[in-house]
T-cell receptor, first 112, second 115 residues
Framework: QKEVEQNSGPLSVPEGAIASLNCTYSDRGSQSFFWYRQYSGKSPELIMFIYSNGDKEDGRFTAQLNKASQYVSLLIRDSQPSDSATYLCAILNTGTASKLTFGTGTRLQVTL | DAGVIQSPRHEVTEMGQEVTLRCKPISGHNSLFWYRQTMMRGLELLIYFNNNVPIDDSGMPEDRFSAKMPNASFSTLKIQPSEPRDSAVYFC?????????????FGPGTRLTVT
C-alpha cells in the first residue's frame, strides 16, 4: 500500500462547479497535511496545509481532514479554467520534523 | 521576499559529463530538500538536510549522485558521470523547522537533459 494515495484523474468539472480532490494516507501518526498545485512545466506551489480535524477555508479553497478515516480532501468552489493543474497531496512523516511524503497527484481539468 | 533559487534552469549535457545543480534556500529556512520528478516516477525525494546536516539520503539513486550543503544558504547536487536516465526535472525545496508544521516551498527547478 502506498503511503499517500490519490486518484490520478483526470477529474473533469465544468466551470463554476465544485471540484473535490481526495487523498488517503497510511501513516496514522501524521500530524500535518498539505495540498500543492502544479501547473504543467512549473514547480509545486503550496495552496494550503491543515493539521486539525475538520475544515480549513482559504478563499475558494477548503481543506478537510478526517484523521480517524485517514483522509484529507481539497474542495475548490467556483472552479475556473485557471484551476486546471495537477494537485499533489503530501503528509508530514511521523518522527521527522520536516520530511514530506507526496502522492502522485490528481490532474484537474476545468472545462468551459 | 526571494523564494528558493535554483541554477541553472536548463542543462543539456552529454552522457559521461559531470553535472552540478545549485540551490539557495529561502533566508531563515533550515531544512533543504532535493527532489527529482519524471512522468514515470513522479516526485521523488533524493536527500534532505536539517541545519546543513544530511538526514536521509536513501532516495539517492546511486553513487553517481552526491549532495552537499556547506552553509545555510547554499546546496549542490552533483551527478558524475551523468547518464540519459538521469534526465528529469530536479527541484530544491526549503522549510523552517521552527514553525513545526513542515510546509515546504519549491524552487523553479532545473530541467536536465542528458544525451
Amino acid at each position: 500500500q502506498k503511503e499517500v494515495e490519490q486518484n490520478s484523474g483526470p477529474l473533469s468539472v465544468p466551470e463554476g462547479a465544485i471540484a473535490s480532490l481526495n487523498c488517503t494516507y497510511s501513516d496514522r501518526g501524521s500530524q500535518s497535511f498539505f495540498w500543492y498545485r502544479q501547473y504543467s512545466g512549473k514547480s509545486p506551489e503550496l495552496i494550503m496545509f491543515i493539521y486539525s480535524n475538520g475544515d480549513k477555508e482559504d478563499g475558494r479553497f477548503t481543506a478537510q481532514l478526517n484523521k480517524a478515516s485517514q483522509y484529507v480532501s481539497l474542495l475548490i468552489r467556483d472552479s475556473q479554467p485557471s484551476d486546471s493543474a495537477t494537485y499533489l497531496c503530501a503528509i508530514l512523516n511521523t518522527g521527522t520534523a520536516s520530511k514530506l511524503t507526496f502522492g502522485t497527484g490528481t490532474r484537474l481539468q476545468v472545462t468551459l | 521576499d526571494a523564494g528558493v533559487i535554483q541554477s541553472p534552469r536548463h542543462e543539456v549535457t552529454e552522457m559521461g559529463q559531470e553535472v552540478t545543480l545549485r540551490c539557495k534556500p529561502i533566508s531563515g529556512h533550515n531544512s533543504l530538500f532535493w527532489y527529482r520528478q519524471t512522468m514515470m516516477r513522479g516526485l521523488e525525494l533524493l536527500i534532505y538536510f536539517n541545519n546543513n546536516v544530511p538526514i536521509d539520503d536513501s532516495g539517492m539513486p546511486e553513487d553517481r549522485f552526491s549532495a552537499k550543503m556547506p552553509n545555510a544558504s547554499f546546496s549542490t547536487l552533483k551527478i558524475q558521470p551523468s547518464e540519459p536516465r538521469d534526465s528529469a526535472v530536479y527541484f530544491c525545496a526549503s522549510s523552517s523547522l521552527r514553525t513545526g508544521t513542515g510546509e515546504q516551498y519549491f524552487g523553479p527547478g532545473t530541467r536536465l537533459t542528458v544525451t
